[in-house]
């Protein structure tokens, strides 16, 4: 008798449960995973977060084993695929409440620092000049008095600095101390006489820059200028007046901060140390200039104005050479702005001398500003547009004093020229900027010189018009030429647009031909008779710009819309003062010439556009034949 053999086992529904087994493993390693996350989560919450509910995890109950059947191919399922860990959520920080700025830290104390130093500098010029007025003490003990009590307070900083905290107390003794030494030695030269001035200002350069070189090794800005200015606005005070003197001893104060802002990115110091010299020295020139009895003198005055915009110049250079970390950013900006400031006096010189001598001034610092401005590469490009528009502004100044009032248009549109030309070269905007600056100024002293109510009547033409207003004009034509020029070149304008820049610019460029004419008319056959021809010609030039902007038209499609009512705009304009103005004013065989000329060109243009519209005419037939 035969034992029946057992069933056969299915190897794929094997395979398929294997796969669904690890596919559930995986799936409890993933929730334990999610588990462990949340658990870290709840410890780091705060306590007083509600404290979660514990997540059951739920247990495996695994599936009875199904009875073999036939193998069907719904067992064979793929495996589900792993899941990606959330990523955990991360609670915000919580909002830290805004502090008033007088509970900061040391924000109280240094407001009471400056105002020590402030109500400490006020005693000391009491000392030194309201005892000197009233008589009490003596001079050698006031100045005494003063050299002691300021070299004590730089002892009692250096004492202070060294302990937890003392650095805002030790920053406002020191500060005190040197600018009172400072003062101190000016009272001595400027109110007792006992040292002569420049040996006093050289004392008093050493004493502020002795006081720079503790900031430098403090590494304290807030030193360096609560030591320049605490000098600086006391130091009026004890002049009395505005002396040379006083603008010495602060030009010392400028010289003597420049060393600490090298290799350093200090913003403040070199405004600080700039700005009193500067106002001091533009109320000297206007005190000059308006009131008699100064005890200043001019020369003197251009001279320490050349002296301050050269310290200026110099430092902001060396301040923005190629590697300086006061190059770019705030500092660099505030240094650029200190020359500025540096030159203002020196552009305000001329009201103290002549004409001749402003215009020479001028045009040599225009040449040193916009020469050191071309071949300044290695400065910053802030400090090179400074330095070229502070020489601009000198050129245009050198022009308005060192030209006759009826050429100064025409010098300046020159100018204005040659500034557009190199503009257009070099591909540089700032330059076209100055440029345009220029020919604003000249093109408004030329309207001015040769205004349309001159061009009406012979006798205002004749009066006012003359060879320099034909000079100015021809001036005026090449501006408005290379302007339209450089706007294209420079893609300040759009292809599209640039016909419409050249219409615009041809009204003033027909303007100032006609005033050109009209001028070189007058200069030529005299009052009438050249008002006369001028005129005439005049006309006979709008006919031709108009017949040139309709075939310009006529040639470029891309513009024959804007050339198209440009040409009617001034063939309207020719025909209007042929027959309002002309007909008028004009002789009779001129007359008549400039209605035969103006005829011709008509007949002439509209030949042209017949011509061209048969030939349109003609080659639509042809394509509508085929």
């Known amino acids: 008798m035969t034992t029946p053999s057992s069933p056969a086992v299915d190897p794929r529904l094997v395979t398929a449960l294997s796969d669904e087994c690890e596919s559930i493993g995986r799936q409890l390693r993933h929730m334990g995973q999610n588990l462990s996350i949340l658990q870290t989560q709840l410890t780091t919450m705060r306590p007083a977060a509600p404290a979660a509910a514990p997540v059951q995890v739920p247990a495996y109950v695994p599936q009875p084993a199904p009875q073999h059947v036939a193998p069907q191919p719904q067992y064979l399922r793929p495996p589900s695929p792993p899941q990606q860990p959330s990523v955990p959520w991360q609670p915000s920080p919580p909002k830290q409440p805004s502090v008033p700025w007088w509970q900061r830290d040391g924000v109280i104390s240094r407001l009471l620092a400056i105002a020590g130093v402030a109500v400490t500098l006020i005693g000391v010029v009491m000392l030194l000049v309201l005892a000197a007025q009233a008589g009490f003490f003596g001079p050698p003990l006031r100045v005494i008095g003063g050299a002691a009590l300021s070299g004590a307070l730089i002892f009692a900083g250096f004492r202070v600095y060294g302990r937890p905290g003392g650095r805002v107390g030790a920053i406002a003794l020191a500060a005190t101390g040197f600018a009172g030494l400072y003062l101190d030695v000016m009272a001595a030269s400027v109110l007792y006489g006992w040292i ?17 070189s503790v900031a430098v090794r403090w590494n304290s800005e807030p030193l360096a200028l609560l030591i320049v200015l605490g000098a600086a606005l006391a130091a009026p005070a004890l002049a009395g007046a505005l002396t040379l003197s006083l603008i010495g001893f602060l030009v010392a104060l400028q010289v003597a901060g420049f060393s600490a802002q090298l290799g350093r990115d200090w913003k403040y110091l070199g405004m600080a140390r700039t700005a009193p010299v500067v106002i001091v020295l533009i109320a000297a020139i206007i005190g000059v200039s308006l009131f008699d009895g100064m005890q200043v003198d001019s020369s003197a005055l251009t001279i320490s104005a050349v002296v301050v915009s050269l310290i200026g110049l110099s430092g902001a250079v060396a301040l923005q050479w190629k590697g300086s970390p006061s190059r770019d950013g705030v500092a660099g900006a505030w240094s650029s702005a200190t020359f500025i400031v540096a030159t203002l ?21 225009a040449l040193v500003f916009l020469s050191g401005a071309a071949v300044g590469a290695a400065l910053s490009t802030h400090l090179r547009m400074g330095i070229a528009g502070t020489g601009a502004v000198a050129l245009l100044l050198c022009c308005v004093a060192g030209s006759p009032q009826s050429l100064t248009a025409a010098v300046l549109l020159a100018v204005a020229t040659v500034f557009i030309v190199i503009a257009g070269s070099t591909g540089s905007r700032f330059v076209c900027a100055l440029g345009s600056v220029f020919a604003a100024i000249g093109l408004i002293g030329f309207l001015e010189s040769a205004s349309p109510s001159m061009l009406m009547t012979s006798r205002a033409a004749s009066a006012h018009l003359d060879a320099l207003t034909a000079l100015t004009s021809l001036t005026a034509i090449g501006v408005l030429v290379a302007f339209v020029w450089v706007m294209s070149r420079l893609a300040l304008v759009s292809e599209n647009n640039i016909a419409v820049a050249w219409a615009i610019s041809g009204m003033g460029i027909l303007y100032a031909a006609t005033c050109a004419l009209v001028a070189s008319g007058i200069e030529i056959w005299g009052g009438t008779t050249g008002f006369v021809f001028g005129h005439s010609a005049a006309t006979v030039v709008w006919m031709l710009a108009a017949t040139s902007a309709l075939v310009f038209g006529l040639n470029n499609r891309e513009h ?10 001034l063939t309207c304009a020719a025909l209007a003062k042929l027959f309002l103005f002309d007909l008028a004013t004009l002789s009779g065989l001129v007359r008549g010439v400039a209605f035969l000329v103006v005829g011709l060109l008509l007949l002439l243009v509209g030949t042209r556009y017949a011509r061209a519209f048969g030939k349109a005419d003609q080659i639509n037939s042809a394509s509508a034949a085929r």
Do not use: E, K, N, W
């Open 560 to 569: 024959a819309h804007t050339m198209l009512g440009t040409g009617l705009t």
């Open 196 to 212: 002569v001035s420049p040996l006093s200002m050289v004392i008093a350069f050493g004493i502020a820059a002795a006081g720079v």
């Open 345 to 365: 006096p020196l552009l305000g010189v001329d009201v103290l001398l002549g004409d001749q001598m402003a215009a020479l001034l001028y045009g040599v610092m």
